[in-house]
C-alpha cells in the first residue's frame, strides 16, 4: 500500500589519515543536515540531478546501509484486527547490496541482501566476517586511523601472507648461468645446441667459442659487473657474444640496431659501455662514440685469432649482473634494469622443474632480446640439453613464415604475446597438425577469447599464461590453462621462491577478492635501475613482512579462491602494445621534441578487435609549422617546376601558344605521338558539359596539368582547388 519513508542519500569522505573517532563525528554532522532536509521526496532529488533511469540499477546510489533502531510497538490491536511482523525472504535484491542492522533483545542482527549476478556467496561471506573484525578493532582502539584498521582476521592474514606463498625451494646459492651451461656441456658436448637457417653450433663448438670471446674480454681488462653492450641480429653471433659476455663475469646490455641513435647514445652513456660486439653493417651507430671499441662479430679471425677456447676463470658469483635490460621511462629517460644471475637461476630452475624440458625438444627463439622473454628464450634450452632454433630477423611478425619453421623445425616450445597468438590461430587452417607441445604467453593480458581461440585451433596443446615484469627476472606466476573454456584468465600463482602480495597505499595486507597494488618480492626482484637511485627507492621498498625487498609492480590484482591472482590493469598510465610496456611519458618527451609540437599528449585507444593503440593528441608551435609548410611548399614548387620544364616547356615552332588550350604533353598512351588539337577540343567540350550540368559552385580537380578545365570553368565558379600527382 505504498513506501512509507522517504530515502536521504549521503555522502562520506573516508581520509585515510583521520582517526576512526573523528570519521564518527563528520557522519554525525552529515546525517544532522541529512536530516535538517529529509522533507525533501527523493523523486524531486532525482529530477533536479538530471540522472538518465535504467531499469539495471538505482538512479543515485548502488549500496543501502540501514540501522532500524526504533523501539517496538509490539503487536497492534485495530478492535479485532491483529498486525504482526513476519520475517519473510524477499526474491529480488533491489539493491546490489544492502546491510540492515536491526536491535533485538540478543543483540544487533544483521542481513547482507546483495544481487547473485554480482557477488557469490563465498563473497558476502567474507564481508560479513571482515565487518566482525572492523567492528572489533574499532572496539579495541578507536582513536585508530581508519587506514590502519583491521579487516582480516589472523588466521586469513596468515593464509594471504604465507599460504599462497609457500614456495620456498632450495636451490643452493653458488650457481650461475654459467655454471649451468657448463654442466649441460659436459652432458651433451656433441649435440646440435644452436640452429638459424642452414648453421648450426653443437653445445661443445658454442662452449669453445663463446670461451674465445670471454677471453678476449678478460684480456681487455673487462671484470665482474662491468657492461658489455651487443648490437647484433638474432643468430649464432648473437648467442656466442652473450655467452662469451657471462663467462667473462660480465653483464650484456642488448641494443637493438634499429633504435634511434638518441636511445642508442643514451644506453651506451649510462652503462659507460667500453666494447660493443656487433658487426660491420651496424658500426654507424657508435661512429661518434670515440672512446668505444666496436668488435666486429663477423670478422673474429681479426682480434680473436689468440685468444684460447678454454673456460675463463673468473670470481663471478650468484649476485653479480646478468644483464642490463633498458625499459620505457614515464620522464622520457629510459629505465636500465639490473637483474642478477641468482635470480635468471630461480627463474630457469623452475621452468625446468615445472615445463620438463628434453633433449628431444626444440625453442623457437623470436623475440627481440632488449625484451626479457628473450632471456628465457636464450638460455632454458641450452641448460636442458635442447635445441635453440632462432628466428630469421623480422620472421616473428609473420604467422605463415612461423608456421612453416615450426613444422620443418619441429618446434615444441615457442612464445606469443596473446595478441600475436591471435594472429598466428587465424592463419592457421581446420585440421593442420604441428609438433607444439606447450605455448607460453606473456608481455599482455590473456583473454578468455585469446583461449577459446587457441583451444579451436590446436586443441590440447599446453597453453600457459606468465606473468612478470622486468624488475624480477622475467615472470614471477604462471598459470595453465584447462582443457576447457574458462571465464577468467588468471596471471596464476607465484613461483619458486617468490612472494606475491596484494597491498593498499599503506601497504596493509588487502582480502581475498579486493583490489589492490601488486608487489613482489623473492629472489628474482632485480637489484635496482642503474644510475636512478631516488626512482629505485621508490619503486624497490623494504618487505614489512619478510625479508628483503619489494618491487612496487603498478599492476592492480586480486587473489582467487584458489591462490591464483587475478590481474585487473594498470595503476598509471603505463600500457602494453604488442607486449612492449609503453611509458606515454617517454613518447611524449620524444615528440615535444619535435619544433613544430608545443605540447602533447599520448593515450590508449582500443580498435576493434580491443588492440591497444597509442594516440598522440598535440598543440602545434604556430611559427615552427608555417616555417615547415613553407619548406614543403617551396619544395613542392621547385618539383612541379621541374617536371613542368621537362615535360610541358618545349617551344612550338608553328606560333605562340594559347594558354587556355595549351596541349603540350599530351600524347596517346599506345603511340606515343600528340593528340590532335581536334580530339583535345571535343574531349573538353564533354567534360565541360557534364561538368557545369551539376551547377558546382566547388570544383576539385586532381591531375590538374596546364589548366584547361580551369581556363573553361572559372568564370562560373565560386572556388577551383587543382592538385597534380
Known amino acids: 500500500i505504498g513506501f512509507f519513508v522517504n530515502t536521504l542519500i549521503c555522502r562520506i569522505e573516508v581520509r585515510g589519515g583521520e582517526t576512526y573517532t573523528s570519521l564518527l563525528s563528520r557522519v554525525k554532522e552529515m546525517m544532522l543536515q541529512a536530516y535538517a532536509n529529509q522533507e525533501v521526496p527523493f523523486e524531486k532529488v532525482v529530477e533536479v540531478t538530471g540522472q538518465r533511469r535504467d531499469l ?7 549500496v543501502k546501509f540501514q540501522l532500524e533502531n526504533m523501539p517496538s510497538a509490539g503487536d497492534l490491536d485495530l478492535g479485532g484486527l491483529t498486525l504482526q511482523g513476519y520475517e519473510g525472504i524477499g526474491g ?9 542492522i536491526r536491535q533485538s533483545a540478543n543483540g544487533l542482527l544483521l542481513s547482507f541482501t546483495y544481487c547473485t549476478d554480482l557477488f557469490d556467496i563465498s563473497t558476502i561471506e567474507r564481508m560479513q566476517q571482515h565487518y566482525e573484525c572492523l567492528l ?16 582480516l582476521s589472523p588466521e586469513e592474514k596468515d593464509q594471504l601472507l604465507s599460504g599462497f606463498n609457500n614456495t620456498f625451494v632450495d636451490i643452493g646459492n653458488d650457481r650461475t648461468i654459467v655454471d649451468m651451461f657448463a654442466e649441460r656441456v659436459t652432458l651433451n658436448s656433441d649435440a646440435t645446441a644452436i640452429v638459424y637457417g642452414d648453421e648450426s653450433l653443437s653445445y661443445g663448438e658454442l662452449d669453445k667459442q663463446s670461451n674465445r670471446v670471454a677471453q678476449y674480454l678478460r684480456k681487455k681488462g673487462v671484470v665482474e659487473d662491468e657492461l658489455v653492450a651487443v648490437c647484433l641480429d638474432r643468430g649464432l653471433d648473437m648467442i656466442v657474444s652473450l655467452l662469451g659476455i657471462l663467462k667473462a663475469g660480465a653483464a650484456y646490455v642488448p641494443v637493438d640496431p634499429s633504435y634511434p641513435s638518441t636511445r642508442i647514445d643514451y644506453i651506451l652513456g649510462d652503462t659507460n659501455a667500453k666494447i660493443v660486439l656487433s658487426n660491420r653493417a651496424y658500426a654507424y651507430n657508435f661512429r661518434t662514440h670515440k672512446d668505444v671499441e666496436v668488435l666486429d662479430m663477423n670478422d673474429t679471425a681479426s682480434w680473436l685469432s689468440d685468444s684460447p677456447d678454454e673456460p675463463v676463470v673468473t670470481q663471478l658469483r650468484p649476485d653479480h649482473l646478468a644483464y642490463v635490460i633498458y625499459t620505457s621511462g614515464s620522464t622520457g629517460r629510459p629505465k636500465g634494469v639490473m637483474n642478477e644471475h641468482r635470480g635468471v637461476v630461480n627463474r630457469l630452475l623452475w621452468t625446468q622443474a615445472y615445463f620438463s624440458l628434453a633433449p628431444s625438444d626444440a625453442i623457437l627463439q623470436k623475440t627481440t632480446y632488449c625484451f626479457d622473454v628473450s632471456v628465457w ?5 641450452l641448460i636442458a640439453g635442447s635445441r635453440l632454433v632462432f628466428a630469421a630477423p623480422g620472421g616473428q611478425q609473420d604467422p605463415y613464415y612461423l608456421k612453416q619453421l615450426i613444422k620443418n623445425a619441429q618446434i615444441t616450445t615457442i612464445h606469443f604475446v596473446p595478441s600475436m597468438l591471435g594472429v598466428f590461430c587465424d592463419s592457421i587452417d581446420a585440421g593442420e597438425i604441428f609438433p607444439l607441445r606447450r605455448v607460453l604467453c606473456s608481455g599482455e593480458a590473456l583473454k578468455p577469447a585469446h583461449v577459446k581461440q587457441f583451444r579451436d585451433k590446436l586443441g590440447d596443446i599446453g597453453l600457459h599464461n606468465l606473468y612478470g615484469p622486468t624488475e624480477a627476472a622475467i615472470d614471477v606466476s604462471c598459470w595453465t590453462a584447462p582443457a576447457g573454456i574458462t571465464e577468467v584468465v588468471p596471471i596464476g600463482k607465484p613461483v619458486w621462491n617468490t612472494s606475491l602480495y596484494i597491498l593498499d597505499d599503506q601497504l596493509n595486507v588487502l582480502p581475498e577478492g579486493a ?4 608487489f613482489i618480492g623473492g629472489i ?3 637489484r635496482g635501475y642503474l644510475n636512478q637511485p631516488e626512482l629505485s627507492a621508490a619503486k624497490f621498498i623494504n618487505n614489512p613482512y619478510g625479508a628483503g625487498r619489494l618491487y612496487r609492480s603498478g599492476d592492480q590484482a586480486r587473489w582467487l579462491p584458489d591462490g591464483n591472482i587475478e590481474y585487473l590493469g594498470r595503476r598509471d598510465d603505463q600500457v602494453k602494445v604488442r607486449g612492449y610496456r609503453i611509458e606515454p611519458g617517454e613518447v611524449e618527451a620524444a615528440i615535444n621534441e619535435l619544433p613544430e609540437v608545443l605540447t602533447s599528449a599520448v593515450v590508449v585507444k582500443r580498435d576493434v578487435a580491443e ?3 597509442l594516440v598522440c593528441y598535440y598543440v602545434p608551435s604556430g611559427e615552427a609549422v608555417k616555417e615547415k609548410e613553407r619548406g614543403l611548399y617551396e619544395k613542392h614548387v621547385s618539383g612541379w617546376q621541374e617536371l613542368y620544364e621537362a615535360e610541358y616547356s618545349e617551344v612550338d615552332n608553328n606560333g605562340p601558344v594559347d594558354e587556355t588550350f595549351d596541349i603540350r604533353g599530351w600524347n596517346d598512351s599506345f603511340t606515343g605521338t600528340a593528340i590532335s588539337a581536334g580530339d583535345m577540343k571535343a574531349w573538353l567540350d564533354d567534360i565541360i558539359r557534364v561538368t557545369e550540368s551539376g551547377n558546382p559552385r566547388r570544383v576539385m580537380e586532381l591531375g590538374c596539368g596546364t589548366g584547361l578545365l580551369y581556363y573553361r570553368l572559372r568564370a562560373t565558379i565560386e572556388h577551383y582547388t587543382g ?3
Open 515 to 518: 583490489s589492490g597494488e601488486l
Open 92 to 100: 529480488n535484491a533491489q539493491m546490489d547490496l544492502s546491510l540492515d
Open 136 to 151: 572489533l578493532d574499532i572496539l579495541r582502539d578507536r582513536w585508530q586511523a581508519v587506514d590502519q584498521l583491521q579487516l
Open 723 to 725: 592538385s597534380d600527382i
Open 611 to 613: 588492440d591497444n593503440k
Open 377 to 381: 628464450e636464450l638460455f632454458w634450452p
Open 524 to 526: 628474482q626482484v632485480a
Open 56 to 62: 539495471s540499477r538505482h538512479p543515485l546510489f548502488d
